[in-house]
């Protein structure tokens, strides 16, 4: 049946003015969207998801197969909002078309959890990951790679929930199962390390995530490439973790170096770049440039509202950052403004118990009294 099905595709995609709708076609966008060349990709599925569904059908197979990969060039993309309502609505389809416990349909909610935990809703991962880590567990097995995304994504939300100690148990299993599985220096193993020290740096463990992040870093450069995405993420991660403890000069260095490379790739306007200049400046105010850092917040803030929107939780991240800027730099009435819309923000976004609105909300009570 599979061989008859990809004829079938072949035949439809080579019919003269036809749009191309065959696994070549199919594979050739994953492909682009494994590139790192997302906008290319976004735009190749949606076009095959369209031809496909006017060929074979909203609910043929072969296009549920192309509106998963849709909705993960969306995500990628970081058109949140609309990956995750296409992923809500194409769920029940999965389940009712493939089954419930089909390994497809695990791995969609594998990434529809991706797409809540892109969002920041971390309460939802949670009782998402409970009940879905042993369902996947028992179906693809405890070593599957969306079962290791899945627990990976439940070990942070863990984390950003406060949860701290359960998350470090969580991470350092994880850790366990990358090394047994692919090695101490594989890619995976590496960026599971990376995020274990992200968590010790919660925990304001600054030392010792110093230095795993450093070692991280270390084998990174040896593995990727000192300009590969996960390099620049633990570059990204060490710097705020020297602003922590104190080492400001090597924080913005840092911080420099990783806003310049990630400005050639993945771009100016990457939620990554933005991400890295939100910590510079908040760096430039840890250094007395309160001045510098409210322009540099000012510029930043602009560009995520217009690329990422005024409600991510990134750019309400910089916005709670910018308001203890504008403090330091004496503009209290501006100050109070921002931390009031950060507030604001959060809790429409993350909920009134999530830790940043907690954080937020503190934030306007010191700076309104």
Same mark, same amino acid.
């Given at each position: 049946?599979?061989?008859?099905?990809?004829?079938?595709?072949?035949?439809?995609?080579?019919?003269?003015?036809?749009?191309?709708?065959?696994?070549?076609?199919?594979?050739? &966008?994953?492909?682009?969207?494994?590139?790192?060349?997302?906008? /290319?990709?976004?735009?190749?599925?949606?076009?095959?998801?369209? &031809?496909?569904? +006017?060929?074979?059908?909203?609910?043929?197979?072969?296009?549920?197969?192309?509106?998963?990969?849709?909705? *993960?060039?969306?995500?990628?993309?970081?058109?949140?909002?609309?990956?995750?309502?296409?992923? +809500?609505?194409?769920?029940?389809?999965? +389940?009712?078309?493939?089954?419930?416990?089909?390994?497809?349909?695990?791995?969609?909610?594998?990434? $529809?959890?991706?797409?809540?935990?892109? !969002?920041?809703?971390? &309460?939802?991962? /949670?009782?998402?990951?409970?009940?879905?880590?042993?369902?996947?567990?028992?179906?693809?097995?405890?070593?599957?790679?969306?079962?290791?995304?899945?627990?990976?994504?439940?070990?942070? &939300?863990?984390?950003?929930?406060?949860?701290?100690?359960?998350?470090?148990?969580?991470?350092?299993?994880?850790?366990?199962?990358?090394?047994?599985?692919?090695?101490?220096?594989?890619?995976?193993?590496?960026?599971?390390?990376?995020?274990?020290?992200?968590?010790?740096?919660?925990?304001?463990?600054?030392?010792?995530?110093?230095?795993?992040?450093?070692?991280?870093? !270390?084998? +990174?450069?040896?593995?990727?490439?000192?300009?590969?995405?996960?390099? $620049?993420?633990?570059?990204?991660?060490?710097?705020?973790?020297?602003?922590?403890?104190?080492?400001?000069?090597?924080?913005?260095?840092?911080?420099?170096?990783?806003?310049?490379?990630?400005?050639?790739?993945?771009?100016?306007?990457?939620?990554?770049?933005?991400?890295?200049?939100?910590?510079?400046?908040?760096?430039?105010?840890?250094?007395?440039?309160?001045?510098?850092?409210?322009?540099?917040?000012?510029? *930043?803030?602009?560009?995520?509202?217009?690329? $990422?929107?005024?409600?991510?939780?990134?750019?309400?991240?910089?916005?709670?950052?910018?308001?203890?800027?504008?403090?330091?730099?004496?503009?209290?009435? /501006?100050?109070?403004?921002?931390?009031?819309? !950060?507030?604001?923000?959060?809790?429409?976004?993350?909920?009134?118990?999530?830790?940043?609105?907690?954080?937020?909300?503190?934030?306007?009570?010191?700076?309104?009294?």
């Amino acid at each position: 049946m599979k061989i008859l099905s990809a004829v079938f595709l072949l035949f439809l995609g080579t019919c003269r003015g036809a749009a191309d709708i065959s696994e070549k076609a199919y594979d050739s &966008a994953v492909a682009l969207r494994e590139a790192g060349r997302y906008d /290319e990709a976004e735009k190749a599925l949606r076009t095959l998801v369209e &031809a496909r569904t +006017q060929a074979l059908g909203a609910e043929n197979r072969e296009t549920l197969l192309a509106r998963m990969q849709w909705v *993960v060039a969306l995500l990628k993309r970081d058109h949140n909002a609309d990956a995750e309502a296409r992923a +809500q609505a194409l769920l029940p389809v999965l +389940q009712r078309v493939l089954g419930a416990e089909d390994p497809r349909t695990l791995q969609y909610r594998g990434i $529809l959890v991706y797409a809540m935990w892109q !969002a920041r809703r971390k &309460a939802e991962v /949670e009782k998402e990951c409970l009940s879905l880590i042993p369902v996947m567990t028992r179906v693809l097995g405890p070593d599957d790679d969306m079962t290791l995304v899945v627990r990976g994504a439940y070990a942070d &939300a863990l984390g950003d929930l406060g949860k701290l100690d359960e998350a470090e148990r969580e991470h350092r299993v994880l850790l366990d199962i990358y090394e047994r599985l692919q090695g101490a220096r594989a890619k995976e193993t590496l960026m599971a390390r990376h995020n274990l020290a992200v968590l010790l740096a919660q925990k304001e463990k600054l030392a010792e995530a110093e230095a795993l992040l450093r070692g991280v870093l !270390a084998d +990174q450069v040896r593995v990727v490439g000192a300009e590969h995405k996960d390099s $620049l993420e633990s570059r990204n991660s060490l710097a705020v973790v020297l602003n922590a403890e104190g080492k400001y000069e090597e924080a913005e260095k840092e911080l420099a170096s990783v806003i310049a490379i990630r400005s050639r790739v993945p771009g100016p306007d990457d939620a990554s770049t933005l991400r890295s200049r939100s910590a510079r400046a908040d760096v430039l105010n840890s250094l007395g440039r309160t001045q510098a850092a409210v322009q540099e917040f000012q510029s *930043v803030l602009a560009a995520m509202e217009r690329v $990422l929107g005024a409600e991510h939780p990134v750019t309400l991240s910089a916005r709670y950052l910018m308001a203890w800027s504008l403090a330091n730099n004496r503009q209290m009435p /501006e100050a109070r403004t921002c931390a009031q819309r !950060a507030y604001e923000g959060r809790l429409k976004v993350l909920g009134k118990e999530h830790p940043d609105t907690e954080k937020s909300r503190e934030q306007v009570t010191r700076l309104t009294n």
